[in-house]
């Protein structure tokens, strides 16, 4: 929704076809909206002049030269837009959905002199309990007011990011002078209410149990530049798709262990640079569930039993394209 501030004189926000016009002052002067905005209107403008609302970076890169001039910035990605203002260096990204998306305050990480991010600051999160194996923990109200039911297998400590982190966590390309290469062991595990993570290109390690347990995550957004995705590191987390850079060369043991539940499951896609693959990577998945590989067969370096270890192989698909 677009906020119309006061003595704002709006001819017609919305035109023909649902296409969002320039806001105009009293003489007649388009008003320069703040950045959000205008990727907001470029957004809209875009999905109106598509056929079923499917667009690609270009048309959103046309609708924001219209409103900020050609060259003040740069859309990139697929199956999410990165949105770049040349002036401002402020980074965007717009979702599938087209939910506009900001980056998340550098200042609630911690982070080491290797650039791996280690966590959040504890001021940022809420301890629920401490949970034991197989315990059940029911009707746990988390930052929305929202009740979640978490059937609990070895989790690690009991955590709900607080109202102002929100269900979204974009990782930095720098803090400070620091730019973030990594991010270290456990480092978001158990955060339950985190729905969506959004790695940058500078991130070349995502390291073991990353968000291991954090049942509520569905979406992950993963960049060219990274190298290897450690043991269970989304483990027990509620993905639905997940696509691999053409960068990944290391797969961990159990990494989506337990993910890929349920109806509406999307694509999962494996690049052939991928050269290591660990054991039951895709453990708990069933018969029918697929996995798209670019690699025409195995290779050496994967695991016999990378699928699954529960003997629950998913169907697999090789020489798949993305």
Known sequence: ????????????LFGHNGIVNQAKDASNETVISSEKEQL?????????????GIYDYSDLQDELDKLTGRGKTDVTGEDMFTVTFNDSKNVYYVTEDGNVLENTNPNIFTYNDDG???????????????????EVVSKIKVASNDKIKIAAIKPPEGRLLK??????????????????????????SAFFNLERIIFPNTIKEI??????????????YLKNGLERIGES????????????????????????????????????????????????????????????????SKPEGWDENWTSNYHLDANVEWGASR
């Open 163 to 188: 109202a102002e982190v929100g269900t979204t966590l974009i990782i930095p390309r720098k803090i400070e002078n620091t730019e973030i290469k990594g991010i270290s062991e456990g480092a978001f």
């Open 207 to 220: 390291d073991d149990g990353t968000c291991y347990f954090c049942s509520m995550l569905k979406d992950v």
């Open 116 to 134: 791996y991010i280690t966590g959040v600051k504890e001021e940022y999160w809420d301890w629920i309990k401490e949970l034991e194996q197989g």
């Open 233 to 296: 590191a989304f483990a027990f987390c509620d993905i639905k798709d997940i696509f691999i850079p053409d960068t990944t060369l290391e797969i961990g043991s159990k990494c989506f262990e337990n993910c890929f539940q349920g109806e509406n499951i999307g694509r999962i896609f494996i690049p052939k640079s991928v050269k290591v693959m660990g054991s039951a990577v895709f453990a708990g998945m069933g018969y029918d569930k697929h996995i798209y590989c670019e690699t025409e």
């Open 40 to 52: 907001q209107i470029a957004t809209i403008n875009a999905s109106g002049k598509s056929i079923n």
């Open 1 to 12: 929704m677009l906020l119309i501030l006061a003595g704002i004189s709006i001819g017609s």
